[in-house]
């Protein structure tokens, strides 16, 4: 049996708070909204009680954040892209930001077991001034539990129209990328921040969040590993390779924080989910 799943969250700001209207079809939910930061910012919570995803699974999850709303969505744990016996298992996020709204996108890690066939995808769509705070942290196979990404494909696939496309596939037997020192380097955990405006940044204002980005990295164990880049003048870019998901996981939160910090004003204070 496979499971479609498909989630529909509206946002909009009234009454100077950010409030969320949803609509859900098959097995996933949001929690209660929360506002640890006050009315203005909403946390939300996106639970898939069976907790992974087999070949012909979809889950599908459509934002909407209106004009000045301003939401932070996590997860309770991984995603999992379990062995594939019939098909492709398919993640997609489309998410649509008007002006002056601001996303943070934060799911927890996703791990692709070996024999997995895996489409894991993210489009947003950013008004001239909405901004978006997002990563992607994935992990191939379970080395720590003596399970590694022997079989198999993941695709990856994260799109703001006509800013940034980025999509590649890992094939498992596809050991140059995966343990070339131009590539993977025997790495097995890939970690992206995206910060992204629907209109450039100040320069003066990408500088600074970049060099303090950089000054984590200088004393950072990943720092060999990892590099904060400008690539558009709209984008920020910070990339790390780990053997696993925890040094990478610690180093995108930290960056987060200084971040939202910088760009936005907003204290770093982790989301409570995070620390259990």
């Not at 409030?19 to 996933?28: M, Q, S």
């Not at 995803?53 to 979809?58: A, F, I």
């Not at 709303?69 to 298992?89: C, K, M, N």
Request: aromatic share 6%.
């Amino acid at each position: 049996m496979t499971w479609h799943a498909q989630l529909d969250m509206n946002y909009a700001f009234e009454r100077d708070r950010s409030v969320v209207r949803y609509r859900h079809e098959g097995p996933i939910r949001i929690l209660q909204s929360l506002y640890p930061e006050g009315h203005q910012i909403c946390h939300n919570v996106l639970v898939h009680p069976p907790g992974g995803l087999v070949g012909g699974d979809q889950l599908d999850i459509r934002l909407h954040l209106g004009t000045k709303s301003h939401a932070l969505i996590t997860t309770p744990g991984a995603t999992r892209f379990y062995r594939s016996v019939q098909g492709e298992a398919s993640n997609r996020v489309i998410a649509r930001l008007d002006d002056g709204a601001r996303l943070e996108w934060l799911p927890l890690e996703t791990l692709a077991y070996s024999g997995c066939e895996a489409h894991n995808a993210m489009r947003f769509e950013l008004a001239p001034t909405a901004e978006l705070m997002a990563w992607d942290i994935t992990a191939l196979g379970l080395d720590h539990a003596q399970a590694p990404f022997t079989q198999g494909r993941l695709t990856q696939h994260m799109e703001i129209p006509n800013v940034w496309l980025e999509r590649g596939t890992i094939e498992a037997s596809d050991h140059r990328l995966l343990d070339s020192p131009l590539a993977l380097a025997g790495q097995r955990c890939m970690a992206t921040l995206l910060f992204a405006s629907g209109l450039p940044l100040n320069n003066a204002r990408a500088n600074q969040a970049l060099e303090a980005v950089r000054a984590i990295l200088e004393s950072s164990p990943q720092r060999e590993r990892a590099a904060a880049t400008m690539p558009t003048p709209q984008t920020l870019v910070l990339r790390s390779l780990t053997p696993m998901v925890e040094p990478a996981m610690e180093l995108m939160r930290q960056a987060w924080a200084v971040w939202r910090e910088t760009l936005w004003g907003l204290p770093g204070t982790p989301p409570r989910l995070w620390r259990l």
